[in-house]
């Protein structure tokens, strides 16, 4: 159904040509848009047309013409006048209506389509009929971006700003498939760099903060060559976007291939990471760590495990650090000092880190 608003501008533009009053009414004589300024015509003129056989007619100096959807009537097109111009004029506003209509239910199944495109809905013969029924290209390269707002996809101002945003591209797509975020199905250029990405993620960020004032961050899959793993993209996106939650706080743009480990923590089962957890720390828990101990653990991993350059961002001196690295080491037997003990330290701490996430949503 084309919205009232853009039906009133195309009688407005129509008027602004021919001179000829137009109104649009639905099949109960309701008045929908109109440039009429004495309205003489009745509902049930309108009404008692709809129901007859006529596709149009002239009644008391009005025109009368029947907008069809695929042979169901959906409008009523009044042309105030009964010579042969405005019967002309009345004929030619229906046609225009009628090539709206068409537009906006192609609009329309494109965005069903993409949507449960996404969603792994569609058996894959009707993948590639229903795209090129659409004229939607099948061997287009594409990425799946999620947006997710603190205001969710129900405020239309996202939504909005990122249909401008990508509306001049006509082999991008912005839909929403729940309540929470906005998801742009993007082509991607055969020379497309991964930065090139990154860059799309932080222009999407940058236009919702300074147009929209809308606070967001950005996931986004790998690049697929064919339209049937659209899906594919989708589901990397939405995982890069919970992992970031969990490992990657300060970042509000998170690729999937950027991911690293955080991605294989994500995919355990919890069972498994609680035995590991009690392999790991026998004798004190993590959540037993103090403040100081935390930094310093975090610090030292920055700094890739040098004991100089760490010390020195702690302003303390290098023996201090040394003892503090040794306390930890003879209270979870493992040495920050020796890489295979660190990896599995800092393996322990995201494992712990995933652990606590999964509870928070759990509860």
């Known amino acids: 159904m084309i919205s009232n608003q853009v039906l ?44 007859s056989q006529a596709d149009s007619q002239a009644v008391g100096g009005y025109q009368f013409f029947k907008i069809f959807d695929e042979h169901q009537l959906e409008y009523v097109l009044i042309a105030k006048g009964d010579t042969d111009d405005v019967y002309m004029v009345g004929k030619l506003a229906s046609f225009q209506i009628q090539t709206l209509l068409v537009a906006y239910k192609e609009k329309f199944d494109k965005d069903n389509f993409i949507k449960n495109l996404l969603l792994d809905n569609l058996l894959l013969v009707d993948i590639y009929n229903r795209a090129k029924k659409l004229h939607i290209d099948i061997g287009v390269k594409r990425v799946v971006y999620i947006i997710e707002t603190d205001k969710g996809s129900n405020d239309s101002g996202a939504l909005d700003a990122l249909k401008t945003l990508f509306a001049t591209k006509t082999k991008d797509f912005v839909t929403a498939v729940d309540e929470k975020n906005v998801i742009v199905v993007k082509e991607v250029k055969p020379n497309e760099s991964a930065e090139e990405l990154y860059h799309v993620g932080e222009t999407i960020l940058d236009m919702l903060e300074t147009e929209a004032m809308i606070h967001a961050r950005v996931s986004f899959g790998t690049v697929v060559n064919e339209i049937k793993d659209v899906s594919k993209s989708y589901k990397e996106a939405k995982m890069a976007l919970e992992v970031g939650k969990i490992f990657y706080e300060d970042r509000n743009i998170i690729a999937y291939n950027r991911l690293g480990i955080g991605r294989l923590i994500y995919q355990l089962p919890l069972p498994l990471c609680k035995m590991f957890i009690k392999e790991i720390f026998t004798t004190i828990s993590p959540d037993e760590f103090d403040e100081e101990t935390l930094t310093t653990i975090n610090k ?54 995933y652990m606590k996430y999964m509870e928070s949503i759990d509860y």
Request: charged content about 25%; proline content about 0%; cysteine-free.
């Open 8 to 51: 009133q501008s195309t009688i407005d533009s129509l008027k602004g040509i021919t001179r000829v009053d137009i109104a649009i009414a639905d099949i109960d004589g309701k008045i929908l848009s109109s440039t009429f300024s004495d309205e003489q015509y009745t509902e049930s003129m309108v009404s008692s047309f709809a129901d």
């Open 300 to 353: 030292f991993f920055e700094n890739n495990l040098n004991v100089s350059e760490t010390s020195r961002q702690l302003y303390i001196h290098r023996n201090t650090l040394v003892y503090r690295l040794d306390k930890l080491q003879r209270s979870t037997g493992l040495d920050l000092r020796v890489f295979d003990d660190a990896i599995t330290f800092k393996i322990a701490l995201m494992v712990v880190k």
